[in-house]
């Protein structure tokens, strides 16, 4: 049902989003630190940035390193500097989606893309208090054999404690090479105190789910959109296809984003082939109308797709398509707002350089960048429903498809 992109694999990138309280993240996955999104194929691009010289002048920047080499009391390589002149020039844009990666970078890149990654296999949240807890413990991942519940706190890792620390930093913590070892200190049910030696194992996890809801409703659930996405979705959508669900709720919340193609083939499974999905514009510019691909086996099913201010990129575009073509209804909270696509090029030794190339907009005209997508009904999940381990956004989801 997929086309290959054009040259280089294009995706839509969200970066920098806010960590609100009890959002979730996988530890090893790192969804916090913005490293998701669009991208795109864009083959040999007609130069845009115009006004700049054909050579830098690297005379100022010579002088520059001289001045450290003679000054800086410390320790640096050759590499070091080198990697931070090109960060450097990427993060001159002031674009927070066009980042250099290094060949390491790149790699952990595609594999959080494709989720699969070096750590324990638990999910986390962290509270207002910036309290690190256990949301998860993934069953048959070192985490749950390790024994980690479910409410968890984690108060160490390694012997420092976690207070101070972001969500991410946590997660860039406890993550490591497979076969390394991480110590956990948890407060377990705000009484008992234990510890946990963990060994990493890689840890690959599939980024569809999907399962039966009471009323014989489908549920579908995409934690982002991946090398193995459309064939997932393809195969569970025929599933309920064939058990004549009465309803789909399709759920995106907190989905950062990932492969163009996949999205257009996951929104391929409701919309009629020919039907557009979205539109790319490079200044006032269209440049690429994106389609639908056909198979459309679950047209006509009544869908609501959940969203939440952790939904972005792709997991937007989908809902847009959706909702712009009155082939969904839209449940939870606004979306993150990420409207601009990357151009993702590979460079000398496996670095890559991740480059914003352009906008794109719904069926309906609009581009969502910092705006969301606000939904049809909004339902928000107050901390202490989900403390409780309430979901009111599914409740409301569920209640529309059994009118």
Request: proline share 3%; aromatic share 8%.
């Given at each position: 049902m997929s086309k290959p992109p054009r040259n280089n694999q294009l995706l839509i990138k969200r970066v920098g989003l806010i960590v609100a309280a009890f959002v979730i993240f996988t530890v090893g996955v790192g969804v916090g630190d913005g490293r998701f999104g669009i991208t795109v194929s864009h083959g040999n691009n007609k130069p845009v940035a115009t006004g700049l010289p054909s050579k830098l002048d690297y005379s100022s920047i010579d002088e520059v390193y001289q001045s450290l080499k003679q000054n800086y009391n410390g320790q640096l390589t050759e590499q070091q500097l080198i990697d931070g002149m090109k960060h450097g020039l990427a993060e001159s844009t002031q674009d927070p989606y066009?980042?250099?990666?290094?060949?390491?970078?790149?790699?952990?890149?595609?594999?959080?893309?494709n989720n699969s990654f070096a750590g324990i296999g638990a999910r986390l949240s962290q509270d207002d208090d910036k309290n690190l807890?256990?949301?998860?413990?993934?069953?048959?991942?070192?985490?749950?054999?390790?024994g980690l519940k479910t409410n968890d706190i984690i108060t160490e890792i390694n012997g420092a404690a976690t207070g101070t620390l972001t969500l991410d930093d946590a997660i860039s913590k406890i993550r490591g090479p497979e076969g390394t070892k991480v110590t956990l200190q948890i407060v377990r049910d705000h009484a008992q105190t234990l510890n946990f030696t963990i060994t990493r194992a890689v840890i690959t996890l599939p980024s569809v789910t999907s399962k039966t809801l009471d009323g014989n409703?489908?549920?579908?659930?995409?934690?982002?959109f991946s090398n193995d996405t459309m064939d997932l979705a393809q195969k569970y959508a025929q599933q309920f296809k064939d058990a004549h669900v009465k309803g789909i709720v399709l759920d995106m919340r907190n989905d950062p984003g990932g492969l163009l193609e996949q999205a257009i083939n996951v929104s391929?499974?409701?919309?009629?082939?020919?039907?557009?999905?979205?539109?790319?514009?490079?200044?006032?510019?269209?440049?690429?109308?994106?389609?639908?691909?056909?198979?459309?086996?679950?047209?006509?099913?009544?869908?609501?797709?959940?969203?939440n201010e952790g939904s972005a990129?792709?997991?937007?575009?989908?809902?847009?398509?959706?909702h712009d073509n009155k082939a969904a209804h839209i449940i939870g909270t606004?979306?993150?707002?990420?409207?601009?696509?990357?151009?993702?090029?590979?460079?000398?030794?496996?670095?890559?350089?991740?480059?914003?190339?352009?906008?794109?907009?719904?069926?309906?005209g609009q581009n969502i960048n910092k705006k969301g997508i606000t939904p049809d009904d909004t339902v928000k999940i107050s901390a202490d429903q989900a403390k409780a381990g309430q979901d009111p956004q599914l409740d409301a989801a569920q209640a529309y498809l059994n009118k």
């Open positions: 066009t980042v250099y990666f290094t060949a390491k970078e790149a790699k952990d890149f595609n594999d959080q893309l807890i256990v949301g998860e413990a993934i069953a048959g991942f070192p985490a749950d054999k390790a409703i489908g549920y579908l659930q995409i934690s982002s391929s499974l409701w919309l009629p082939q020919g039907t557009e999905v979205l539109q790319e514009k490079r200044g006032n510019v269209v440049t690429e109308t994106y389609q639908s691909r056909g198979g459309d086996v679950l047209k006509g099913v009544p869908t609501v797709v959940l969203v990129s792709a997991a937007e575009i989908t809902a847009g398509a959706l606004k979306s993150y707002g990420k409207g601009v696509v990357q151009q993702l090029i590979n460079l000398k030794d496996g670095a890559q350089l991740k480059v914003t190339v352009a906008s794109w907009y719904r069926p309906n």
